[in-house]
């Protein structure tokens, strides 16, 4: 971001280093310290020249060319800015006046500084803001065009006759959503028939998942195999049971009423995690507060959409 010296503010530098130096040396002294360019300070008729015009002609030099010595420009304002010691005008004659005067120019610049301080951070600000927007929306992108080829996949199993190989298929659809999302998935999944078995993690906690696609519903046997499995593993070991025709209600009813330890996901909430109405993490999030505080392990995704 180019950085530009307002007008203003070369004004204000002028006005207080008139008024803070008295004596010619000792305002050549001050420009030696802070000006690396020695040829700018020589230049000027020190001899002739009365102090106003002297600073005047540093300043503009400096000036000419603001990006190569920028440097230089901002150390003497703010080394000007930060002065709060006058005592050496304090022994001139009308040393009061001198002092007040010089101290308000330095309070001008200073406020003028911490201005532009201020505009510059705040349009650092905006400028961050705006990359990170573009950052977010190239990543959001590359997320909406994987979903696209993974929905795109998922539609031609819907109409395939081959169900065995639609079983085998549907894992790998899951396996790339998981992965996409970065929830850990391994690396394989157990095939038996249509089911899928495999293991993803989200939140700091691990999740034993299945998976099957029949034409009828899933019944509470099926969760009570799956619920084995999940009790075998350490006791905050979760599971989410993906049925793509749904479950009936006295299996989502019998594991409403106790201590469940298994969400339920159907073939409505996957195709809403591939249309991208709904990212696959937060439906799990939502699934799984809601079970926390009702009991109830299925939560369409319907029910949150609207």
């Given at each position: 971001m180019e950085v530009k010296i307002s007008v203003l503010a070369i004004q204000s530098l002028k006005e207080a280093l008139c008024n803070v130096y008295w004596y010619k040396n000792d305002l050549k002294s001050?420009?030696?310290?802070?000006?690396?360019n020695r040829s700018i300070i020589n230049n000027a008729d020190w001899k002739n020249d009365i102090k106003r015009q002297i600073v005047s002609d540093v300043i503009d030099e400096l000036m000419k060319e603001q990006e190569k010595n920028l440097g230089d420009i901002r150390r003497l304002?703010?080394?000007?800015?930060?002065?709060?010691?006058?005592?050496?005008?304090?022994?001139?004659?009308?040393?009061?006046k001198k002092v007040a005067k010089a101290r308000m120019s330095v309070n001008d610049l200073r406020v003028l500084i911490e201005n532009h301080d201020e505009k510059i951070k705040k349009?650092?600000?905006?400028?961050?803001?705006?990359?990170?927007?573009?950052?977010?929306i190239r990543a959001k992108q590359a997320i909406l065009t994987r979903l696209d080829e993974i929905n795109s996949r998922y539609s031609k199993l819907v109409i395939s006759k081959e169900f065995q190989n639609r079983g085998f298929e549907l894992e790998k659809v899951l396996y790339d959503i998981f992965d996409l999302f970065d929830l850990d998935p391994k690396a394989s999944?157990?095939?038996?028939?249509?089911?899928?078995?495999g293991a993803?993690?989200?939140?700091?906690?691990?999740?034993?998942?299945?998976?099957?696609?029949?034409?009828?519903?899933?019944?509470?046997?099926?969760?009570?195999?799956f619920s084995g499995k999940i009790g075998r593993k350490?006791?905050?070991?979760l599971g989410l049971?993906?049925?793509?025709?749904?479950?009936?209600?006295?299996?989502?009813?019998?594991?409403?009423?106790?201590?469940?330890?298994?969400?339920?996901?159907?073939?409505?909430?996957?195709?809403?995690?591939?249309?991208n109405q709904i990212d696959i993490v937060s439906l799990i999030v939502r699934k799984r507060?809601?079970?926390?505080?009702?009991?109830?392990?299925?939560?369409?995704?319907?029910?949150?959409?609207?």
């Open positions: 001050f420009l030696i310290n802070c000006i690396s304002l703010y080394a000007v800015s930060q002065m709060d010691n006058f005592r050496h005008l304090e022994q001139l004659e009308d040393g009061r349009e650092k600000g905006i400028i961050d803001s705006r990359l990170k927007n573009q950052e977010i999944f157990r095939n038996v028939g249509e089911q899928i078995d993803f993690s989200l939140e700091g906690t691990d999740y034993l998942f299945e998976a099957k696609w029949q034409s009828f519903s899933v019944n509470a046997s099926d969760l009570d195999a350490l006791d905050n070991t049971f993906l049925s793509i025709n749904g479950f009936s209600k006295d299996a989502v009813k019998i594991y409403s009423s106790g201590r469940s330890s298994i969400l339920l996901m159907d073939g409505m909430d996957l195709l809403a995690v591939l249309e507060r809601h079970a926390s505080q009702t009991g109830n392990i299925f939560l369409p995704v319907s029910k949150m959409l609207n």
